[in-house]
């Protein structure tokens, strides 16, 4: 059934820009808000006035670079590690002054403090703390978001972002939103955020608003809340959507499952040095979903596979649940680390008492560790497992295989209630360029009411990739007994973990 324009979206959008006269042109939206959003936002100015301050990613961290040709002494002075001000001697490396630090996603206020050769340019009975006859910078907001850095001049008190997203896929055929987020850039004001979208395979309108409300800044304690009613696919955490647009416009392939999702969520979020803790209450309504579209620009004679959610049985119905995550990251950096570790833990209560359709619990497990061999040699590895106790909905339950975990076997293959996985992988760089990995699966998905015991399947294989390992093309054969031998080539875009 077709539904009608929604106005309250546009009304909201309105009354943000009415209601918030100081606000400029852009924003940065955090991810746990706004999934669907490029963080990097629009195109800024980098501050202009600062073109000697540099802040970077490397191996080792957080890298701050100052060049002045006649400083002879230099220090990043900023609010970092959650105290009132930190002072960090850099060190001369040629032109620049360097230092590097392990800080974690966030935003900070720094400025660099110098001297120079001669006492005739020096700031005149300028006292910096100890520092006397020191010039310095003008005050630099530094926001750390997966792998972007953004410097800006903190006296703006908030930014507007705005937002154009295609989405193409075998359910919402084309997908049109529009996203408006309100921030500002102090750590004591709230984030808002609303996208509107329009799918004409469904013929729908869909919409996701939420905020983040500091309550505690200085100790990273805010209150979450959030609605939507949109289509929803759990299997994000297995490909990228970028990849899986490319796969479905081109080759007719669209990894994802979808179902209808309406209802609205609510909790706190603590975010420290390397970790952070949510809880939250959901509530939602689902429907199923069926496939709307079969068109690609390639592979005119295949047809997309029918959705997995479309029937009603245990698809469709209300869900009452607490959510809880925690999360520790010491990672070099979120994407394309070379060092350190992540460990993520996720749990689901549905109980009977919180009332809903659905009685179980739900919780799933993520390590990962990276090591750096030498400057041309990386091993890395991943585990996850998980498992469900009494009736969830299907798009709850495990599925693995394929895309994402076992690369040499068919997609989505294996499922139940229990699942485990394994990935482990060694690169060498054999030109400037150019990478190649060898890599091993491990993993299983079964249900306890059919089996107990655990059954490993496995597969090896040869990865070929360019030198961020993105762009790669993967070779990879079962190995466990009586399988199907054939040789499984994939490409990827992305890095699988």
Do not use: C
């Not at 000697?52 to 002879?72: K, Q, S």
């Amino acid at each position: 059934m077709r539904s009608r324009p929604k106005l309250f979206p546009a009304l909201f959008a309105l009354f943000s820009l009415l209601t918030l006269p100081h606000v400029g042109n852009a924003l940065i939206l955090d991810a746990p808000l706004s999934p669907y959003l490029d963080e990097d936002g629009p195109a800024r100015p980098k501050l202009p006035e600062h073109p000697r301050v540099r802040v970077l990613f490397t191996d080792d961290g957080i890298e701050f670079r100052f060049r002045h040709e006649r400083a002879v002494e230099a220090y990043v002075e900023g609010s970092f590690n959650n105290r009132e001000s930190d002072r960090w001697e850099m060190n001369r490396k040629g032109a620049d002054w360097i230092y590097t630090t392990r800080l974690p996603d966030g935003d900070y206020n720094f400025r660099v403090l110098y001297r120079l050769d001669n006492d005739s340019d020096l700031v005149e009975g300028k006292k910096i703390g100890a520092h006397v006859g020191y010039s310095k910078t003008d005050l630099i907001n530094l926001i750390l978001d997966d792998q972007s850095i953004r410097l800006y001049d903190p006296s703006k008190r908030g930014e507007v972002q705005t937002r154009l997203d295609a989405d193409y896929n075998r359910v919402q055929g084309f997908d049109l939103s529009y996203t408006i987020g309100v921030q500002h850039l102090s750590r004591r004001s709230p984030r808002f955020h609303w996208t509107q979208g329009y799918s004409w395979g469904l013929e729908r309108w869909s919409w996701r608003a939420g905020a983040e409300v500091p309550i505690r800044p200085r100790s990273g304690l805010e209150f979450l809340v959030e609605g939507l009613e949109q289509t929803v696919s759990h299997d994000t955490w297995s490909i990228e959507t970028e990849e899986n647009i490319a796969a479905a416009l081109f080759l007719k392939e669209d990894f994802f499952d979808y179902v209808w999702q309406s209802g609205w969520s609510a909790g706190l979020q603590k975010r420290g040095r390397g970790h952070t803790f949510r809880v939250a209450y959901r509530e939602t309504d689902t429907s199923p979903l069926t496939r709307t579209v079969d068109w690609a620009l390639l592979s005119k004679d295949k047809k997309f596979r029918p959705n997995l959610f479309s029937g009603d049985s245990l698809v469709a119905g209300n869900t009452r649940q607490i959510e809880t995550s925690i999360e520790w990251d010491r990672r070099n950096r979120t994407n394309r680390p070379t060092a350190g570790w992540f460990i993520r833990l996720d749990g689901e209560y549905a109980g009977e008492e919180l009332g809903g359709d659905y009685d179980y619990k739900r919780s799933v497990g993520r390590f990962s560790h990276y090591f750096k061999l030498t400057d041309d040699t990386q091993f890395d590895m991943r585990v996850m497992g998980g498992g469900i106790d009494g009736t969830a909905p299907l798009y709850r339950m495990f599925r693995i295989g394929g895309v994402g975990t076992l690369r040499a076997h068919d997609f989505k293959e294996l499922t139940g209630n229990r699942f485990v996985v394994a990935n482990i992988e060694y690169r060498v760089r054999l030109f400037s360029s150019f990478q190649v990995a060898f890599f091993t699966d491990i993993g299983d998905a079964w249900d306890t009411e059919e089996r107990r015991h655990i059954d490993l399947e496995s597969d090896m294989g040869i990865g070929l990739a360019d030198d961020d390992g993105d762009v790669r093309i993967n070779l990879a054969r079962r190995l466990n007994q009586g399988a199907d031998d054939d040789l499984v080539v994939t490409f990827r875009m992305n890095r699988m973990f």
